[in-house]
């Protein structure tokens, strides 16, 4: 059983920033990916970015390249997103997920495991 908790979501205004974490813990695979995704309210659930756990490989959505930044902690197991430059069009409910594997892949039906989210809004 894999447990995943997110923290950090708030309000901001355009051009600001926030941070966001992802706590692992259970029974962890060894070889893992942890992603998050992104789901405004009337819209499908969209990637974000994903990082690969031993090698710290990492994939981003378009929209959001040069702008956040995700990171693993290893001894802490948690994942953080660091997101600047927000814009209004970044709120949504943040998800943390997490598969099993070596490639960051940014399908959210690849994903096994799900936090319960974290709301992010931006203000113009």
């Known amino acids: 059983q894999v447990s995943l908790v997110e923290s950090g979501g708030g309000l901001v205004q355009t051009g600001g920033s926030l941070r966001l974490t992802c706590s692992a813990s259970?029974?962890?695979?060894?070889?893992?990916?942890m992603a998050w995704f992104r789901q405004a309210p009337g819209q499908e659930r969209e990637f974000v970015a994903a990082?690969?756990?031993?090698?710290?490989?990492?994939n981003y959505a378009d929209s959001v390249k040069g702008r956040f930044t995700i990171s693993r902690d290893y001894l802490r197991d948690t994942v953080a997103l660091q997101m600047d430059s927000l814009r209004p069009e970044d709120t949504a409910v943040y998800y943390c997920?997490?598969?099993?594997?070596?490639?960051?892949?940014?399908?959210?039906?690849?994903?096994?495991?799900w936090g319960q989210g974290t709301q992010v809004t931006v203000s113009s």
């Open positions: 259970g029974r962890l695979p060894g070889t893992r990916v």
């Open positions: 990082i690969t756990w031993r090698m710290r490989n990492t």
């Open positions: 997920a997490l598969r099993e594997g070596t490639i960051p892949k940014s399908l959210a039906n690849e994903y096994m495991s």
